[in-house]
């Protein structure tokens, strides 16, 4: 194992320390995994292999090697490997890292490859005392509820909403559904009201007497309304939500179907959403998700990413 300075040693056992509280794989909690994390801190401005300004903004795993070597640990080239097998992969599992927030279509795989600190995972590193404290244990909690739910095709789901509680077809598609409705619209809009909610085996499961108000006509079983629409009302924020699977990704002629379906109102707010259980299947589709919608992927910790222009 290379020296480490007392410097060095004290910010790495800082980070040790960290990582054990938040529950991550204490087999993995190496110095070169607390060397990784350190490196993308590093806000100074340099040149590096991800073209990003700095490590910070975006880090390759040569440039988090190479910064390990300007602090004096002499790791060898055949360090890279185990950094990112045995480091950067587990701590992108445990979404401390995002991968490629440049363009998350990118393989993983590509020389190109960078990652940053998760926003909220910054935020802890920077926290000091109590709100330390309130922030380790909001991610505890957090990631607690994004464990993937397990399900079973003879065993059935349940999700609730507004009072109301129903079962759903046990599948991938319907399981999206659930994580919308669990996960992602209480964090996003608090309270909400759903308008339609479909099962992979009733695709008018639950249609609320509201949603014809929003409707170009009224409400036909055959219609083409997206899995789930949702109105937030105290945001004036209208949700389409499609739950990927196997296909159904919101592209151009997909949103200009939901907007025929669902014409235009004053002051109301529209987000279309594409949603993925995880990266692998989010990359299938980034290339014909329509510009001006998002997508809401599952895999922990959850997140959003915004499909915009540059």
């Not at 194992?1 to 960290?18: C, F, N, T």
């Not at 070597?69 to 890292?97: D, F, I, Q, W």
């Not at 509201?210 to 945001?235: G, T």
Request: proline share 4%; hydrophobic share 35%.
């Amino acid at each position: 194992m290379p020296s480490v300075s007392k410097k060095y040693r004290k910010k790495l056992d800082k980070i040790h320390a960290l990582l054990s509280a938040l529950s991550f794989v204490e087999k993995h909690n190496t110095d070169l995994t607390a060397w990784a994390v350190l490196a993308l801190q590093d806000d100074k401005k340099r040149e590096t292999k991800a073209r990003s300004g700095s490590l910070a903004k975006g880090a390759t795993i040569r440039d988090i090697l190479d910064y390990c070597r300007e602090c004096g640990t002499g790791y060898a080239e055949n360090t890279r490997e185990s950094l990112r097998k045995h480091s950067v992969k587990y701590l992108v599992h445990a979404g401390m890292l995002i991968s490629n927030p440049d363009d998350p279509s990118r393989p993983t795989n590509s020389a190109k490859t960078n990652y940053i600190l998760h926003p909220e995972f910054h935020a802890i590193l920077q926290s000091k005392g109590a709100n330390n404290k309130a922030l380790i244990e909001k991610w505890l909690k957090h990631s607690k509820q994004s464990k993937p739910l397990e399900w079973r095709r003879d065993k059935s789901l349940t999700v609730e909403f507004n009072g109301t509680k129903l079962t759903i077809h046990p599948s991938k598609h319907n399981l999206l559904e659930k994580y919308a409705i669990d996960i992602f619209l209480p964090a996003l809009c608090g309270k909400y009201d759903v308008l339609y909610f479909s099962d992979t085996d009733d695709k008018s499961l639950h249609v609320n007497k509201r949603l014809d108000s929003f409707l170009e006509a009224k409400f036909d079983v055959h219609k083409k309304i997206p899995d789930i629409v949702v109105y937030a009302e105290r945001k004036h924020v209208l949700f389409f939500i499609e739950a990927v699977a196997s296909s159904g990704e919101i592209d151009y002629l997909r949103k200009a179907e939901i907007d025929r379906t669902f014409p235009m109102q004053k002051g109301i707010q529209r987000r279309y959403v594409s949603m993925f259980l995880n990266r692998k299947d989010f990359r299938k589709f980034s290339d014909s998700i329509a510009q001006g919608t998002e997508a809401w992927i599952v895999e922990k910790p959850p997140h959003v990413i915004d499909i915009s222009p540059l």
